[in-house]
Structure formats: structure tokens, C-alpha cells
């Protein structure tokens, strides 16, 4: 956002200067949040911020809490427009001192209470935005197109994105039951693809041939005395009219750019009063033809890459995280059994859809090597250390059910399965904190993974417990599944103090 460039996705691409993104607002609405919450939490009467920063911040609160008021029902496109004017000049001063004389270095006391307040407003409009995007089939709008008058701005939306869908999900606006809604259209929604049993980036579509291209609609071009006369007259600057009689616009136009100036250059020609009057039609009729506003690269006219049919799996996963979230969130809320296992099986089945689960046949490649995305008439292609790796891994330790809050490590394996525990004894290796290759011999019925290179033993118990060995031989033991701050911190830093970890977890605290 601070470089005026809109995601980082294909999709949204050719959408600068016209695109509004509500991908974007989804994340913004998680940040101010985590924000809020963090002001929630502090102790301070007053943080001290920049004068520049003061102002802008100052300008923009003023916006919102003029127009508060409307949040109440629909904001007109009327509305829409007084607002962005109002915000938009604050961020043009803003970047317009900045980047003219610098910061003064000088700082302005700000009170917490007044933070607060700009956050809530913030999270206000960005919450009453959130639900305007839902759409009729309970899915959620990812990239809007803004259209602006002198006096008013309206919004056109694209096709359903699985982009938009991670988001919303992520943006932790949701209940539980709004999650589970969402996750319910995704899977009976034209982004799924039952052959891989995942999600598309973008639903397929029939693409227009090259002869049905650069067509004007026959009641279009008879709407315009400038279309008429000209095809009459036989001149072909601005449209001509092939052999059956169909309307076409000058093949060497690239954009609107090029039929404006052809335009212009008839002002010294018998058709000036013509192309006066009919300019704003011609251009109507121009965008109507090419739908140019809602071009988006190479995904919406390719059948590869991360294209039309394709699945981009990095998005399945950061689906899979969101979705994880999701769970956890439902869980801790006590959202109910019905809805928690239905988020649950919708967890599970986009983890069974995922490369690394599938056979080399039907993934079209080995599966534990990371690709970028699988198109409709291939198997999966692009390899390489793709961004999916990251959350996979994410993934893996929310699994595993390790946490941190207040600087505490805890464990909540609340979606480990069962059926990971080892059936007979094995030896694990694992490198620790000091470079040795050690190897620990692990009993049936146990399950060990490495957090910071110390190892993490999980065993079945009747009662839930942490047991932390140390390097000379003690130990502390805690009868709930969170560790204090000391032991924690030796382990964040790798202080070797900590040897290994004995997690006793119960069984009913595992799925099936």
C-alpha cells in the first residue's frame, strides 16, 4: 500500500488506479485488531509520535468521526465519495510534507484513550465494509473496481477469488458459524475442483474467440449519429463495418487513450459537432466492448500458470492456515460440537488435497517436492522452494499444538490425530542446540517432534503435565500443559539449559 501497488497476486495486477482491494481490508481489519489489542494491554497514559504522523492521524480521525454517523445503514455512493475525499487529503498532505521536507524530528504526545478511540473507528468502518462485500452466495468479494464522478463513486466487483475467501477468513471478523458459511459456499462454489479435491485461484470461464473480439453491439453502434455516419461515409478512422454488415472499433486501438485522440482529430472535419456530442458514448461503448477496468493480466486469460483451472497451491495452503485458525478459534470459544467438526472436516479434507497426501500419479510429480501450481490439462508444475512451504509449517506446529502467549510456551495438540503416535519403538535423531547429532529412543505410543532443537516428547497420560529436563540432570515438572517464563526464555534462546520436554497429554484431547 505504501508504494500504491495493489497485491501481490496476478490477479490484481492491471488494476492500479481502479482497483479497490478487499483482500487488503481483510488483513487491515486483522492488524487494527492485534493493535487494539496491544492498547488494550498496555499500562501508558500518553505514546509519544511524530508531529507529521500526529496530524495526519488527527485529519483522518476527524473524517471518520464525522461520517460515523452513516455506519448505520448503506453509505450512498454520494457518502462514499465526501469520505474518500476527506481521507485521501490527509494521506496527500501527509506524503506530500513528507517527502518534500523530510520529518521534523520533533514528537507530539498522543494519549492512549485517543488511540483508542482512532482504532475502534477504524475497526468500525473497516467491520461495516467487511459485511457489504458478502455476496448473495455467502462468499466474500476479493477485488472491487471503483468508478469516481465529481460527485459520487460507485463499486463494480470481479468474479469470486479463492484469495478473497483466505482472507476474510483470516481476518478474524467471523464467528464460527459465518467461518463454517464461507467454507460451505467455497466447496460448492465453481473454485472447487473435485479431481484434486482443492481449490481453484479462480473459477474457470468460457473465453471469447478471436472472431467474436472487437464487436460492437449492433444496437450500440446504432445509438451513435457519429457510428452511423462515418460507416455510411466510409471512413474508417474511428469504427468501420466489415462485409455482414458487423461493427468493429479501428483494429490499431490499444486503449481508450487511442480512441480519444482519434476523436480529437476530428475537430477539423465536418464530423466535429458529431464527435462532441457522442465522445462519452463512443467510450462507454468502447469499455463495454473491451472491459478494459476489469483486465487482470494473464489470470484471466490464461488456462496455465496461476491462471484460469490452475490451482496456486501456496493459496491452498495460506487456505488450510486460515482455515486451522478458524478451528482453533471455534474451539476456544466453545462454538459447539456441530460446528466444530463440521470446521473440522473442512480442515482435514483441504490437508488431504494438498500435494505432500497425494499419490506421484495423481499429483503429477513427486509429492513432497514443493510446486507452484497444478493446471486443468497437467499435472503440477513450477517447482522450486515455494512461499506454500511457510505455511505448511505453520500449519504442522498448530498441529502440534504449540503455542506462545505472554511469553509462555504452552502445548494444545487439540487437532493431532490419534493415529500419529508411533505403534512400536523407534529411535529419533535430532541435532541440538550445541550441533551434536543426538538420537533418543522413544517408546510405543509416543510422538516427538523438535521446538528450538530441544525435542518435544508427547505421550498419553491420564493427566495432562509438562515435565522440562535439564542439562544437568533436574527437572521441573508442571501440572498444566504451559511452561513458566524462565524455562520458556532458555528455550527461545537456545541457551542450552533445557535438554528435552515430556508432554503428558490425554487421549480425549485428540482426534480420530
Not at 495460506?318 to 459447539?336: P, R, S
Not at 499419490?359 to 486443468?376: C, K, N, R
Amino acid at each position: 500500500m505504501n508504494t500504491q501497488r495493489p497485491e501481490w497476486n496476478d490477479a490484481n495486477n492491471a488494476l492500479v488506479g481502479n482497483g479497490v482491494s478487499m483482500v487488503t481490508l481483510y488483513y487491515l481489519r486483522r492488524f487494527m485488531r492485534f493493535f487494539q489489542q496491544m492498547l488494550e494491554g498496555s499500562d501508558l497514559g500518553k505514546v509519544d509520535i511524530s508531529i507529521e504522523l500526529a496530524a495526519c492521524c488527527d485529519s483522518i480521525s476527524e473524517t471518520l468521526q464525522e461520517f460515523r454517523p452513516l455506519l448505520a445503514n448503506r453509505i450512498s455512493d454520494e457518502d462514499k465519495k465526501r469520505i474518500l475525499d476527506g481521507m485521501g487529503q490527509a494521506a496527500s498532505e501527509y506524503r506530500q510534507y513528507v517527502y518534500q521536507h523530510g520529518f521534523s524530528g520533533k514528537k507530539r504526545s498522543a494519549s492512549l484513550a485517543g488511540l483508542k478511540t482512532f482504532a475502534q473507528l477504524s475497526l468500525d468502518f473497516i467491520e461495516h465494509a467487511i459485511r457489504a462485500n458478502q455476496r448473495t452466495d455467502k462468499l466474500y468479494h476479493a477485488y472491487n473496481l471503483m468508478t469516481a464522478s465529481d460527485t459520487a463513486i460507485s463499486i463494480s466487483h470481479l468474479g469470486e477469488m479463492l484469495e478473497g475467501q483466505v482472507a476474510v477468513l483470516s481476518s478474524g471478523y467471523l464467528s464460527s458459524k459465518e467461518a463454517l458459511e464461507v467454507l460451505d459456499a467455497l466447496k460448492n462454489s465453481a473454485l472447487f475442483r473435485e479431481d484434486q479435491y482443492s481449490y481453484l485461484l479462480y473459477p474457470n470461464k468460457n473465453l471469447s474467440g478471436f472472431l467474436q473480439k472487437n464487436s460492437i453491439p449492433e444496437a450500440d453502434a446504432q445509438s451513435s449519429a457519429l457510428i452511423t455516419q462515418m460507416a455510411s461515409d466510409g471512413v474508417t478512422s474511428i469504427i468501420e463495418r466489415d462485409m455482414q454488415g458487423a461493427y468493429h472499433f479501428n483494429g490499431n486501438f490499444k486503449n481508450a487513450a487511442d480512441l480519444d485522440a482519434a476523436l480529437n482529430a476530428l475537430s477539423e472535419t465536418k464530423y466535429k459537432e458529431l464527435a462532441g456530442r457522442d465522445r462519452g458514448l463512443l467510450l462507454d461503448i468502447f469499455e463495454k466492448v473491451f472491459n478494459h477496468k476489469s483486465f487482470t493480466g494473464r489470470s484471466g486469460t490464461f488456462f496455465s500458470y496461476e491462471g484460469l483451472g490452475s490451482i496456486y497451491w501456496h493459496m491452498v495452503s495460506k487456505l488450510h492456515l486460515a482455515v486451522q485458525e478458524c478451528c482453533l478459534k471455534a474451539i476456544a470459544e466453545n462454538a459447539g460440537a456441530s460446528v466444530i467438526g463440521k470446521l473440522l472436516e473442512h480442515y482435514y479434507e483441504i490437508e488431504a488435497g494438498i500435494g505432500v497426501h497425494k499419490s506421484p500419479e495423481l499429483y503429477g510429480a513427486f509429492p513432497t517436492d514443493p510446486y507452484s501450481h497444478t493446471p486443468q490439462h497437467r499435472g503440477a508444475q513450477q517447482p522450486g522452494m515455494t512461499g506454500q512451504v511457510k505455511e505448511d509449517i505453520l500449519v504442522r506446529f498448530g498441529e502440534l499444538g504449540v503455542f506462545v502467549k505472554a511469553g509462555k510456551l504452552s502445548f494444545n495438540p487439540c487437532l493431532l490425530r490419534k493415529y500419529e503416535f508411533s505403534a512400536e519403538t523407534q529411535t529419533f535423531e535430532y541435532v541440538n542446540v550445541r550441533g551434536r547429532k543426538i538420537q533418543l529412543s522413544l517408546d510405543a505410543g509416543t510422538l516427538c517432534f523438535t521446538c528450538c532443537q530441544i525435542p518435544v516428547v508427547y505421550r498419553m497420560q491420564d493427566k495432562p503435565g509438562v515435565e522440562v529436563v535439564m542439562a544437568d540432570g533436574k527437572s521441573l515438572v508442571f501440572n498444566s500443559l504451559e511452561l513458566d517464563e524462565e524455562s520458556s526464555r532458555h528455550i527461545f534462546r537456545r541457551s542450552g539449559v533445557v535438554e528435552k520436554i515430556w508432554v503428558s497429554v490425554q487421549e480425549q484431547m485428540l482426534r480420530t
